[in-house]
C-alpha cells in the first residue's frame, strides 16, 4: 500500500475526548475515514533543514487522532 493514495487529517486535543469525539462530530465515518491507530498523547517538532529541531507548542503534549480515507483502488 502506498501512502500516496491516503488522503489523511489529524486533528490535535489537549484532552483525549475531544479528539475522539471528533470522528462523530465531523460525520467521518459517512466521509469514508476510519482512525488510522490509537490517539495518544504525542510532543511535536518541527525541522527546518539539517539544523535541531523546535518543539511545537511550547513542548506540551497534545492528543493525536489521525483519520484515514484509502483511495477505492488501494487493495
Known amino acids: ?39 495518544v498523547a504525542r510532543k511535536f517538532l518541527m525541522l527546518e533543514g539539517p539544523g535541531e529541531p523546535e518543539e511545537l507548542f511550547g513542548g506540551e503534549l497534545y492528543y493525536a487522532a489521525t483519520f484515514v480515507r484509502r483511495d477505492e483502488d488501494d487493495n
Do not use: W
Open 1 to 39: 500500500m502506498s501512502d500516496s493514495n491516503d488522503d489523511r487529517i489529524t486533528v490535535l486535543a489537549k484532552e483525549f475526548t475531544p479528539a475522539a469525539m471528533e470522528y462523530h462530530r465531523r460525520a467521518m465515518g459517512k466521509r469514508g475515514y476510519s482512525l488510522a491507530g490509537p490517539i
